[in-house]
């Protein structure tokens, strides 16, 4: 069945550098969504992809998706402790049903 | 707040027991999703109700099963509980199906003993 890998699963970074997750499916997607989950919470919508080779930017947030459009990835630059949490991505496959989810990213900030 | 509301918040239970877990959707929300996250692990996807019918399933054990009502909101039932089924169950609801921006709701913990 379709799947969706992300990595790393983990990301240790020190407060200021560059923090960057990668989605991979095996099959096309329709589109790609990304959701961040802080300790203790619930995932938050952040953005959806849905065009070939779309760029898409919120401040320090910078999403890709990839011309094949089986990829993507989150970069995020300058990482502030406000950023710490899991990303995932999840990709809707061609059938249009189901949401496919990637494992998640977890970003920690080195004290 | 994401307008997704479940309960309880907590639900701590012995084995072989049976929960229902309770969600409500954003207003005008058709869709619910049925999320399990086990301790510092990724979702799984459960089960997705748009407008009353089941439209999608994921690695949703015999033993769970859900519904939506007319008014739309949504149960998860888990019976004959296990162990290893002591986890954070979030709902999600979106307006329409899984192509849309999910919302969650804050989670259930269920803990068994």
């Known amino acids: 069945g379709q799947q969706v890998m992300q990595i790393p699963q983990y990301q240790h970074v020190q407060e200021g550098e560059d923090f960057t997750t990668y989605c991979n499916s095996s099959?096309?997607?329709?589109?790609i969504q990304w959701y961040k989950q802080r300790p203790g919470g619930h995932p938050v919508f952040l953005i959806q992809l849905v065009k070939s080779g779309e760029v898409k930017k919120q401040k320090r947030l910078t999403f890709q998706f990839g011309e094949a459009k089986k990829n993507s990835s989150l970069h995020i630059t300058a990482t502030q402790t406000t950023d710490v949490g899991t990303y995932f991505c999840?990709?809707?496959?061609?059938?249009?049903?189901?949401?496919?989810w990637g494992a998640g990213t977890k970003l920690i900030i080195k004290p | 707040d994401s307008g997704v509301t479940q309960t309880p918040k907590h639900l701590i239970t012995a084995t072989g027991q049976r929960v229902t877990l309770r969600c409500s959707p954003r207003?005008?929300?058709?869709?619910v999703y049925w999320y399990q996250q086990s301790l510092d692990q990724g979702l799984q996807f459960l089960i997705q109700y748009y407008n009353g019918e089941e439209r999608a399933k994921g690695n949703i054990l015999e033993r769970f099963s859900a519904q939506q009502f007319p008014d739309l909101h949504s149960e998860l039932n888990l019976s004959s509980l296990e162990l290893g089924d002591s986890a954070l169950y979030f709902c999600?609801?979106?307006?329409?199906?899984?192509?849309?921006?999910?919302?969650f709701g804050p989670g259930t913990r269920l803990t068994v003993t």
């Open positions: 999600a609801s979106s307006v329409g199906g899984p192509g849309y921006e999910q919302y």
């Open positions: 099959t096309t997607l329709s589109n």
């Open positions: 999840a990709g809707l496959g061609d059938s249009n049903y189901q949401l496919i």
């Open positions: 207003s005008g929300d058709l869709s």
